[in-house]
């Protein structure tokens, strides 16, 4: 059985908006989706010392998984980017913090592949540099932070489920997650 671990970003917990239909992707596919609630206030997420914070978090719940599970982060969950790429860990990052430099350099070391999701008009979001990083890139024109898109609600509900497609796409280029016969494909 696949394991998916969701990582919140700061303002939400990890069963709010994108995260909730993300984990729903991978609980579709039949994996156990395990949501990590923060234990106590990050510090300053524009310092460096934020990712041995998120590593210190969540190194002890991948443990406690073992194996290979997907990470699903936002935002603040992507600074568990380097513990990604030290444990070969396949990812889907929403909303990532691209312009703080551990993070791209992080993603940048991965070796398992890894799904970028932003909105241009995002200040914390940097296209050009997230299509240098993975040939999995899903760019919402217009979208802020939350990957809401000016205009009528209708139409930031419409990229939530556009992003729920680019995930299940993602997985179904990557093969995640494997079966029991080591072969690729869905349950």
Not at 100 to 128: E, H, I, K
Not at 129 to 143: C, H, I, T, W
Not at 154 to 178: H, K, M, N, Q, Y
Request: aromatic share 6%.
């Amino acid at each position: 059985m696949a394991d998916a671990v969701v990582l919140p970003g700061g303002k939400f917990g990890p069963a709010a908006g994108l995260l909730m239909y993300a984990g729903a992707v991978a609980e579709r596919r039949g994996a156990t989706v395990r949501r990590h609630w923060w234990s106590q206030p990050p510090p300053d997420p524009s310092e460096p010392r934020i990712e041995d914070w998120v590593a210190g978090e969540i190194g002890p719940v991948l443990d406690s998984v073992g194996g290979s599970p997907l990470l699903i982060g936002k935002s603040l969950g992507t600074n568990a980017a380097a513990i990604a790429a030290e444990r070969s860990l396949p990812a889907v990052w929403l909303t990532p913090v691209l312009t703080v430099p551990w993070v791209a350099t992080a993603l940048r070391g991965a070796t398992a592949p890894f799904l970028l999701v932003g909105g241009t008009a995002d200040p914390l979001w940097d296209g050009v540099l997230a299509r240098d990083l993975s040939p999995y890139v899903f760019e919402v024109e217009g979208a802020e932070h939350g990957m809401a898109v000016p205009g009528p609600l209708v139409e930031s509900i419409a990229v939530l489920g556009r992003v729920v497609t680019a995930i299940d796409e993602f997985l179904d280029a990557i093969g995640w997650p494997a079966d029991a016969s080591g072969g690729q494909g869905r349950p």
